[in-house]
């Protein structure tokens, strides 16, 4: 069986230290926020350039209160993309504000830049690039359109961390920036988490509050917030991880090329990293017309895949009252229909790529 993803090999690689560093926690019993959730932010923050971190529940959460700190509420509109993982869109709704979609471009999978403005209207408040699969969205023009309309840009870096953009890492460009620790992710923790990013003071104020019931001090509540408190354990966890991060991304890099040079003579699409862009494959996706016939093939070679994502956000059923119907953002479409992403993990052998790959180019037609 070729997994995924395999999260028991790396927690084994590094076994001892996250051992010590629970133990450390049970011991302190410090298990909501406390100490090692305070070096962890600060370590974060320096790690991507940004002034402030404030970490949460999980990436949703962060999403909802970079939102929130940015004041976007009923009445609003925030402008993102279709294709990304429900959370983004979700985030936008539980502010109350309506989520204005434009399509992806065709090879990065990330914010079509040039149907950008036509999207915006009196009501826009914020842009939301989502910088998907480990590769950053276009920032630069992003961040002049939002300069030019006034609007606040906060970049959905959940599936991107370390990744790279102009020489900046990502997280540390838009106004505020959010990141999720999903045990999957690049930077995974053992359960939920996810940060919020920021270099304005005031949004890192109102957001510390609103993770912890819109408190300022004990039992004095300025906000209507929630409990969005990151677990002692997950930051000492995360701490322990983001010391190893640059090695697994290395890594992570090289499957991806011997991934790229395997495949380069299929009759596949492999993912692109844009002249300006590091990108850290949190997935190494693929496009295929045949999909369901080669996602069969590899299930019968006990190869496991996964399909990130098959329906966009304006055609599931949970969000058909957006308003938009099939056919409104057609690389979205497309793209979701041929998607399959395969397995690739930092300790994945340079044989097992190969035995992957060797499946897939004898599968397709030529």
Same mark, same amino acid.
């Given at each position: 069986m070729i997994p995924f993803i395999d999260l028991k090999a790396q927690y084994l690689s590094i076994k001892d230290e996250i051992d010590d560093a629970i133990k450390k926690v049970l011991?302190? $019993?410090?298990?909501?926020? @406390?100490?090692?959730?305070?070096?962890?932010?600060? &370590?974060?923050?320096?790690? $991507?350039?940004? !002034?402030?971190?404030?970490?949460?529940?999980?990436?949703?959460?962060?999403?909802?209160?970079?939102?929130?700190?940015?004041?976007?509420? %009923? @009445?609003?509109?925030?402008?993102?993309?279709?294709?990304?993982f429900v959370g983004t869109i979700a985030a936008i709704c539980y502010t109350g504000a309506h989520p204005v979609l434009v399509d992806i471009e065709p090879r990065s999978y990330t914010i079509a830049v040039d149907q950008i403005e036509k999207a915006i209207t009196y009501k826009t408040k914020a842009i939301l690039p989502v910088h998907l699969y480990g590769q950053a969205a276009d920032m630069d023009p992003i961040m002049e359109i939002a300069k030019r309309h006034h609007l606040v840009v906060i970049e959905d870096a959940c599936q991107a961390f370390g990744a790279e953009y102009k020489g900046k890492r990502v997280g540390g460009i838009g106004d505020l920036a959010c990141f999720s620790f999903y045990p999957g992710k690049n930077l995974g923790a053992y359960g939920e988490g996810g940060i919020t990013l920021t270099n304005n003071a005031t949004y890192a104020h109102t957001i510390r509050m609103l993770r912890q019931?819109?408190?300022?001090?004990?039992? *004095? #509540?300025? =906000?209507?917030?929630?409990?969005? /408190?990151?677990?002692?354990?997950?930051?000492?966890?995360?701490?322990?991880?983001?010391?190893?991060?640059?090695?697994?991304?290395?890594?992570?890099?090289? $499957?991806?090329?011997?991934?790229?040079?395997?495949?380069?003579?299929?009759?596949?699409?492999?993912?692109?990293?844009?002249?300006?862009? /590091?990108?850290?494959? #949190?997935?190494?996706?693929? /496009?295929? !017309?045949?999909?369901?016939? =080669?996602?069969?093939?590899?299930?019968?070679?006990?190869? &496991?895949?996964?399909? #990130?994502? %098959?329906?966009?956000?304006?055609?599931?059923?949970?969000?058909?009252? =957006? @308003?938009?119907?099939?056919?409104?953002? %057609?690389?979205?479409? &497309?793209?979701?229909?041929? *998607?399959?992403? =395969? %397995?690739?993990?930092?300790?994945?052998?340079?044989?097992?790529?190969?035995?992957?790959?060797?499946? *897939?180019?004898?599968?397709?037609?030529?």
């Amino acid at each position: 069986m070729i997994p995924f993803i395999d999260l028991k090999a790396q927690y084994l690689s590094i076994k001892d230290e996250i051992d010590d560093a629970i133990k450390k926690v049970l011991g302190s $019993c410090q298990f909501v926020l @406390g100490e090692e959730v305070l070096n962890f932010e600060s &370590e974060f923050a320096s790690e $991507c350039g940004s !002034s402030h971190a404030i970490a949460v529940n999980s990436g949703t959460s962060a999403l909802h209160l970079a939102l929130l700190a940015a004041d976007i509420g %009923p @009445g609003d509109e925030v402008i993102t993309v279709p294709y990304t993982f429900v959370g983004t869109i979700a985030a936008i709704c539980y502010t109350g504000a309506h989520p204005v979609l434009v399509d992806i471009e065709p090879r990065s999978y990330t914010i079509a830049v040039d149907q950008i403005e036509k999207a915006i209207t009196y009501k826009t408040k914020a842009i939301l690039p989502v910088h998907l699969y480990g590769q950053a969205a276009d920032m630069d023009p992003i961040m002049e359109i939002a300069k030019r309309h006034h609007l606040v840009v906060i970049e959905d870096a959940c599936q991107a961390f370390g990744a790279e953009y102009k020489g900046k890492r990502v997280g540390g460009i838009g106004d505020l920036a959010c990141f999720s620790f999903y045990p999957g992710k690049n930077l995974g923790a053992y359960g939920e988490g996810g940060i919020t990013l920021t270099n304005n003071a005031t949004y890192a104020h109102t957001i510390r509050m609103l993770r912890q019931w819109g408190q300022e001090e004990r039992y *004095i #509540h300025l =906000l209507k917030g929630f409990n969005y /408190r990151m677990d002692g354990i997950q930051g000492a966890v995360l701490r322990v991880k983001l010391k190893h991060i640059e090695a697994w991304t290395q890594a992570r890099r090289r $499957c991806a090329q011997k991934y790229n040079d395997l495949l380069s003579k299929a009759n596949l699409i492999t993912p692109i990293q844009a002249a300006h862009n /590091r990108h850290v494959y #949190h997935l190494y996706t693929i /496009r295929v !017309s045949n999909r369901e016939s =080669l996602s069969k093939i590899l299930k019968e070679e006990n190869i &496991e895949t996964l399909i #990130h994502y %098959p329906i966009p956000v304006h055609l599931q059923p949970a969000y058909l009252d =957006l @308003g938009y119907t099939a056919g409104a953002f %057609p690389c979205s479409e &497309e793209v979701a229909k041929q *998607i399959i992403s =395969l %397995p690739l993990y930092p300790e994945m052998k340079d044989s097992t790529i190969k035995a992957v790959s060797d499946i *897939i180019v004898k599968s397709l037609p030529k």
